[in-house]
């Protein structure tokens, strides 16, 4: 199995249903059942996997690398499952290696058998039906691996007809080899294999036959068969693998047409279980590891990845820590600032103070728990998200942007709509003041999004892998943690003495509390530009600015007003059919280092991958991973900090450390189910590994002395 494959992690099983999507497969329990489910009725089910292009799985001998879907079915008493009826492979090249698996569309069948003695379970409404289940893994790959498994159901009708995919079962049944009257047979001759099969058919015959053999790890799986032929009689020669570790007394042979030569309605392939004869070859004494290796993997298996040791309530304990140290992070001060602001503008009204504090919590707890349901349902439904996960989509960044202008406009006094806290969302006003406070509290979510605390990695990380009800009480945690200062501070009637009386001095205040907003939204052209490019980013400006003409244009009187806004209101959808496709379509990846222009110190980061994180171990150099995204603000904190201090870089240096960078701007898969290995759901993350050791994940907001005390340990 490739190096990619060993390190790789299981995706998420998806609920049961009968279809699985993955961002590599789409996987259907199907069936084929005409005369119903009784005893001697023909009923099959099967597996069809639609493989995403470039992809494949593999077939029961996976070659050289690789492992075979398997199947694990729950089935009614008087119902049992065959094997699978593997359609014949296709030899898939890597290299030197090769492999036997599946691109495209491919159906396994499997048949079941009805017991004479079957009882359909009673039906208390309805005709009676039958409830298969399966579970199933396989391991899905291109350049890289990734194992991935699903659970699904279908229902099928006892005495109805289902047979919908008729054509999928006969197409899988023309796919598969047919067997062959005689045995043929297998000879050792040396370091090779000699296949003798007898009496193949005419439309075979003189034919460049493509073999495969079903038991794994005896042949040189890339190696093209030397073959020719008498008559109806085909022999080929094969060299025997470099690392035989199989020895076997029989071995099944499949012999199939290349595809050039292939016929409807006629078989494709063949098969026998052809006798071995000769003695073979011995073979390499297994491969050992060092004791000291075997000493790292124990360690290994003893240190588990960070888990939550002490239950539950520890983790909503820290989730709540983790959200009340989220007020401290750079994105959520220019919310929080307009908080004040509006609890400044309630004076003495403390009945005002506390009912604007429990809006705003409920505002903050309804967006966390949105937040988590949907990211947990996208999960389970195969995507491969986290924390954030909303702005690795450059549309959202760019109405997030449109947003923050808004926003910022309103607080500058181009228009009047009246600033957050006091009025709506979007500009859209808010009749009443609750409103405008529990809306303050899903802007404050919104912006806080790309942030994250201590305590909150580990949090969410645990959150995506429990029952959703205790999923989303840690999400409440995380939210009440974040709202709770403001909640604190609008009962404490010390808090609202200590405030400044309201005043002219508001006003100049909001003015200046736009500029952070402006901030933010140069901060999201950036991050687009990271997604998209600068034509993205150049996209999005040229419609901000489309924006703010339409908004202020809304602020004129009389006609001039409809009419200089019905005409920019038709520039700005011109441009967005002009340049908006240039926001959502997604640039080059950048290199680890960054954008071009990137300082010396981003010189020296490589991009992170599970194969190249393999290749440095097996050079005997440690790795320290930084997985970030460009609209993490605490990654971003981090970059221009700790992990630019050339002193700490000289140390990485000294010590041969590998410096590499998982970029999850966009969604990436690989780094998801990395993030899922460490426990994680979000950035920053921050891992130190030595070959053979387990790896030490080190806090969000990163410190020299703590990355200092990682390197001394190696």
């Not at 079915?73 to 030899?91: M, N």
């Not at 986290?386 to 702005?391: D, H, M, T, V, Y």
């Amino acid at each position: 199995m490739p190096v990619a494959a060993q390190l790789a992690l299981p995706a998420r099983a998806a609920p049961a249903s009968p279809v699985v999507t993955t961002p590599h497969v789409r996987a259907e329990l199907v069936a084929q059942a005409p005369d119903g489910v009784a005893p001697g009725a023909p009923l099959q089910v099967g597996l069809r996997i639609v493989h995403q292009p470039g992809w494949h799985t593999y077939w029961k001998n996976a070659g050289d690398s690789g492992l075979p879907t398997e199947l694990a079915w729950t089935l009614p008493p008087g119902i049992s499952a065959g094997d699978i009826a593997w359609p014949v492979p296709r030899k898939i090249a890597i290299g030197t290696l090769a492999n036997h698996g599946y691109e495209g569309t491919v159906l396994l069948p499997v048949p079941l058998t009805v017991a004479p003695d079957f009882a359909p379970p009673a039906a208390l409404a309805g005709a009676p039906s039958v409830d298969l289940r399966l579970k199933a893994s396989w391991l899905v790959c291109r350049q890289e691996c990734i194992p991935e498994e699903g659970e699904f159901a279908l229902r099928l009708p006892v005495r109805g007809s289902t047979a919908l995919d008729a054509g999928a079962f006969e197409a899988a049944r023309a796919a598969q080899p047919v067997a062959l009257a005689a045995p043929g047979r297998v000879e050792i001759d040396g370091a090779t294999l000699r296949v003798q099969l007898d009496d193949l058919p005419p439309a075979a015959r003189g034919r460049s036959l493509e073999l495969f053999f079903e038991t794994a790890d005896v042949i040189r799986t890339a190696a093209t068969p030397q073959q020719s032929w008498d008559g109806g009689r085909w022999r080929a020669t094969v060299p025997l693998a470099d690392h035989r570790s199989a020895s076997p007394a029989e071995m099944p042979v499949v012999v199939a047409l290349a595809e050039a030569d292939r016929r409807d309605g006629a078989p494709i392939a063949w098969r026998a279980v052809a006798p071995v004869s000769g003695t073979w070859p011995a073979t390499p004494a297994p491969a050992t590891v060092s004791p000291a290796l075997q000493a790292a993997l124990a360690a290994n298996l003893a240190a588990p990845l960070p888990a939550p040791a002490a239950g539950f309530f520890a983790a909503l304990l820290g989730a709540l820590l983790g959200g009340l140290l989220l007020n401290l992070m750079p994105c959520v001060f220019p919310v929080l600032a307009i908080k004040v602001l509006g609890f400044a503008r309630h004076g003495g009204d403390r009945a005002g103070h506390r009912r604007a504090g429990l809006a705003y919590t409920a505002g903050v707890l309804a967006s966390f728990l949105a937040l988590g349901a949907a990211m947990l349902a996208l999960r389970a439904a195969g995507s491969q998200l986290g924390w954030g996960f909303q702005l690795q989509s450059p549309a959202v960044v760019a109405a997030l942007a449109a947003l923050f202008t808004l926003i910022g406009l309103n607080l500058a006094g181009l228009f009047e709509v009246r600033m957050p806290g006091t009025a709506s969302l979007g500009g859209l006003r808010a009749r009443h003041p609750r409103v405008d406070d529990f809306l303050s509290g899903v802007l404050a979510v919104v912006v806080a999004s790309p942030c994250t605390a201590p305590f909150m990695g580990a949090s969410l990380g645990l959150a995506v892998g429990l029952p959703p009800a205790q999923a989303l009480a840690l999400f409440a945690a995380l939210g009440l943690g974040l709202a709770l200062p403001y909640l604190v501070a609008s009962f404490v009637p010390a808090v609202a003495r200590r405030l400044p009386r309201p005043g002219a001095w508001m006003d100049t205040l909001r003015r200046l509390l736009a500029f952070p907003m402006f901030a933010t939204v140069a901060w999201l052209v950036w991050v687009l530009g990271r997604q998209s490019g600068v034509d993205g980013a150049g996209a999005l400006l040229a419609l901000l600015v489309c924006l703010a003409a339409v908004a202020w244009a809304f602020t004129l009187r009389g006609r001039t007003r409809l009419g200089l806004a019905g005409a920019l209101l038709a520039v700005t959808a011109l441009t967005a059919a002009a340049l908006g496709g240039n926001i959502v379509d997604p640039a080059p990846p950048a290199s680890a280092g960054g954008a071009p222009g990137a300082g010396v110190a981003d010189a020296r980061w490589q991009p992170w991958s599970v194969r190249r994180v393999a290749e440095l171990h097996a050079q005997g150099r440690p790795v320290f991973v930084d997985f970030t995204a460009a609209w993490c603000v605490t990654c971003q904190y981090n970059k221009q900090t700790t992990l630019a201090d050339t002193a700490l870089l000289a140390e990485f240096d000294t010590r041969r450390v590998a410096l590499l960078r998982a970029d999850w701007t966009r969604q990436d898969p690989a780094i998801t189910a990395a993030l899922a290995a460490l426990g994680r759901s979000g950035v920053p993350v921050y891992v130190l590994q030595a070959p053979g050791r387990a790896p030490v994940v080190l806090s969000e907001i990163l410190g020299r002395d703590e990355v200092r005390a990682a390197l001394a340990g190696l």
